[in-house]
């Protein structure tokens, strides 16, 4: 099982591993209830929680910032540099602060080159979506 943050593939690959899990506790069970001869009959029921993707972009944005508020924070957070990360920051790109913006910017440049292929295309769709917002560029006293 791989570690790190989960995505919604991860999140379907643990949920049927828990069914799996849960099915064989059953069985084993009503092994134990058969040789104990009980007469309660054995029931199986298995929920599994869908995570809240809001807290978890929401975690993931606080975790990004607290990484990257420091100085030369970018060059050690390309460790932590995900797809999954990658996905749920562009949404919340703008409401970053500046610094942390832009050290996250400088993250993805120092990236290793297969790395950097992998993020290709979470790193496009942040360039198509924000070349500068206009309320920034139009900000008094704003210059180029």
Same mark, same amino acid.
């Given at each position: 099982m791989q570690t790190g943050l989960c995505?919604? #593939?991860? &999140? =379907?690959?643990c949920n =049927?591993? $828990?069914e799996v899990a849960a099915r064989t506790v059953f069985?084993?069970?009503?092994?134990?209830? &058969?040789?104990?001869?009980?007469?309660? @009959?054995?029931?199986?029921?298995?929920?599994? &929680?869908? +995570?809240d993707t809001?807290?978890?972009?929401?975690?993931?944005?606080?975790?990004a910032t607290s990484k990257l508020q420091g100085d030369w924070s970018a060059l050690a957070f390309t460790k932590s540099l995900t797809r999954e990360m990658l996905q749920s920051l562009i949404p919340r790109f703008e409401k970053l602060d500046p610094l942390v913006r832009v050290?996250? $910017?400088l993250a993805a440049l120092m $990236?290793? +080159?297969?790395?950097? #292929?992998?993020? $290709? @295309?979470?790193l496009?769709?942040? =360039?198509?979506?924000g070349r500068g917002s206009s309320a920034e560029l139009e900000a008094p006293g704003a210059t180029l």
């Open positions: 995505s919604s #593939e991860r &999140a =379907a690959i =049927a591993e $828990l069985r084993t069970l009503q092994a134990f209830a &058969a040789s104990t001869h009980s007469e309660q @009959p054995l029931r199986l029921v298995v929920q599994v &929680a869908t +995570p809001a807290a978890m972009n929401r975690d993931l944005a606080h975790y050290r996250l $910017l $990236l290793p +080159p297969a790395q950097r #292929e992998e993020l $290709l @295309p979470e496009q769709a942040r =360039a198509r979506t």
